[in-house]
């Protein structure tokens, strides 16, 4: 009893890890325009904020490979939280330091990002070495909680600045600093097992040279490029198609995708011990493409803003349900083969929004010539999990 009490504990400390990624990854593009009336920054830089963030987890990622099982689990993940505290709290202070306020904010943003990419290698791994049955549905539970942080840090900091103004901004950063602080301490606690024993998990050459790593990756980047091109367009898509203002739109589209999404993983995480992974995928693969295609080509905007949330409904499995047949299939995987797949994960969620992006200009600006192209991605996915289920027939 005292064994699983305490494994509890590693459960906690693992859902307010994702909790503050989401902090990370959702807090500073609410005060871009801030950032640009405070201190006279560009559009144009500021741009290259998210930029900066998601190439330092990426290169994190990459190097985690190498380090983290010499290093130790828990070092880098008491680590991880402690930089993102730091980055956090260093936003609200190194743009008043120093001469070039724009150097103090990128200097932030690598902090908590480096921090933010351990989490993302770490956390998963942490949970699969715990002595908990149906682990899969622990996974889609765990990864709900970065849905939940990211629908609390767009409510919480609205309310924020409704009731005490956007002037305040410094004093809320360094309120959502203090849930990696406090998760220190969980971290350097609780108790963290190994997720393959000493001189047993898999080598990095011996990973690239298996067929099913390869597939397994075309899942994580599809799964990847699923969930944040819809995700980081779902605001414009709002505002363009329903003529609301940002507040409106940042509510109704990433916070109901955000919500949806949330809810997929915690109905999953309650009812996975009577469900197939792979087939639940299929599934979800198929309605995301539909999702997708609803909003691209729907006539009305509020069948395009029903596309765009149901799209979180079937989003929601694909990112740790990938990890979990990873795992399933792979055991001996270890460390490595988790920060492949953030690399691949974070690789798609880089590269599909900045395609749809690209591609709506060249349309002329519309967002759902962007959307439309994106189908491909959950079309890839539905591809390599056919493949995958007849492998294991």
């Given at each position: 009893?005292?064994?699983?009490?305490?494994?509890?504990?590693?459960?906690?400390?693992?859902?307010?890890?994702?909790?503050?990624?989401?902090?990370?990854?959702?807090?500073?593009?609410?005060?871009?325009?801030?950032?640009?009336?405070?201190?006279?920054?560009?559009?144009?830089?500021?741009?290259?904020?998210?930029?900066?963030?998601?190439?330092?987890?990426?290169?994190?990622?990459?190097?985690?490979?190498?380090?983290?099982?010499?290093?130790?689990?828990?070092?880098?993940?008491?680590?991880?939280?402690?930089?993102?505290?730091?980055?956090?709290?260093?936003?609200?202070?190194?743009?008043?330091?120093?001469?070039?306020?724009?150097?103090?904010?990128?200097?932030?943003?690598?902090?908590?990002?480096?921090?933010?990419?351990?989490?993302?290698?770490?956390?998963?791994?942490?949970?699969?070495?715990?002595?908990?049955?149906?682990?899969?549905?622990?996974?889609?539970?765990?990864?709900?909680?970065?849905?939940?942080?990211?629908?609390?840090?767009?409510?919480?900091?609205?309310?924020?600045?409704?009731?005490?103004?956007?002037?305040?901004?410094?004093?809320?950063?360094?309120?959502?600093?203090?849930?990696?602080?406090?998760?220190?301490?969980?971290?350097?606690?609780?108790?963290?097992?190994?997720?393959?024993?000493?001189?047993?998990?898999?080598?990095?050459?011996?990973?690239?040279?298996?067929?099913?790593?390869?597939?397994?990756?075309?899942?994580?980047?599809?799964?990847?490029?699923?969930?944040?091109?819809?995700?980081?367009?779902?605001?414009?898509?709002?505002?363009?198609?329903?003529?609301?203002?940002?507040?409106?739109?940042?509510?109704?589209?990433?916070?109901?995708?955000?919500?949806?999404?949330?809810?997929?993983?915690?109905?999953y995480g309650k009812f996975s011990e009577k469900?197939?992974?792979?087939?639940?995928?299929?599934?979800?693969g198929v309605m995301c493409g539909g999702c997708?295609?609803?909003?691209?080509?729907?006539?009305?905007?509020?069948?395009?803003?029903?596309?765009?949330?149901?799209?979180?409904?079937?989003?929601?499995?694909?990112?740790?349900?990938?990890?979990?047949?990873?795992?399933?299939?792979?055991?001996?995987?270890?460390?490595?083969?988790?920060?492949?797949?953030?690399?691949?994960?974070?690789?798609?969620?880089?590269?599909?929004?900045?395609?749809?992006?690209?591609?709506?200009?060249?349309?002329?600006?519309?967002?759902?010539?962007?959307?439309?192209?994106?189908?491909?991605?959950?079309?890839?996915?539905?591809?390599?999990?056919?493949?995958?289920?007849?492998?294991?027939?």
């Amino acid at each position: 009893m005292e064994k699983q009490k305490n494994y509890g504990k590693t459960l906690l400390a693992c859902y307010l890890g994702f909790v503050t990624q989401a902090i990370s990854a959702n807090f500073t593009p609410l005060l871009f325009l801030t950032f640009r009336s405070t201190y006279g920054i560009t559009l144009e830089k500021i741009a290259m904020i998210p930029m900066v963030f998601y190439l330092a987890q990426l290169l994190i990622d990459l190097a985690a490979t190498k380090f983290a099982d010499k290093i130790g689990y828990r070092a880098c993940v008491v680590g991880s939280q402690v930089l993102s505290a730091a980055g956090l709290a260093s936003m609200t202070v190194l743009p008043e330091l120093l001469p070039v306020p724009f150097a103090g904010i990128l200097i932030s943003v690598v902090l908590y990002a480096v921090g933010s990419g351990l989490i993302e290698v770490l956390v998963s791994p942490i949970v699969e070495a715990c002595p908990f049955d149906h682990k899969d549905g622990r996974m889609s539970l765990l990864h709900s909680f970065y849905c939940w942080g990211a629908l609390g840090v767009v409510l919480g900091s609205t309310l924020f600045f409704a009731v005490f103004g956007i002037e305040h901004w410094k004093v809320l950063t360094v309120l959502w600093a203090i849930v990696p602080l406090y998760n220190t301490w969980n971290f350097i606690r609780c108790p963290i097992g190994r997720l393959v024993e000493d001189g047993k998990s898999m080598g990095i050459r011996e990973l690239l040279r298996l067929p099913l790593f390869w597939l397994v990756i075309v899942l994580m980047i599809c799964t990847g490029a699923s969930e944040a091109t819809m995700a980081q367009w779902a605001s414009a898509f709002t505002e363009s198609a329903l003529g609301v203002s940002k507040t409106v739109g940042d509510l109704a589209g990433p916070g109901l995708f955000a919500m949806f999404m949330g809810l997929s993983r915690m109905l999953y995480g309650k009812f996975s011990e009577k469900l197939d992974l792979t087939r639940v995928m299929l599934l979800c693969g198929v309605m995301c493409g539909g999702c997708y295609l609803l909003a691209a080509l729907s006539p009305s905007p509020v069948l395009g803003l029903a596309g765009c949330a149901l799209c979180g409904l079937s989003v929601g499995i694909m990112w740790p349900g990938s990890i979990s047949i990873s795992s399933r299939e792979c055991p001996r995987g270890g460390t490595a083969m988790f920060a492949f797949l953030a690399l691949a994960g974070d690789l798609g969620a880089t590269v599909s929004p900045t395609m749809a992006g690209g591609l709506a200009q060249l349309a002329g600006g519309d967002l759902k010539a962007g959307l439309l192209a994106a189908t491909a991605f959950p079309a890839v996915l539905v591809l390599g999990l056919l493949i995958l289920k007849k492998r294991g027939n």
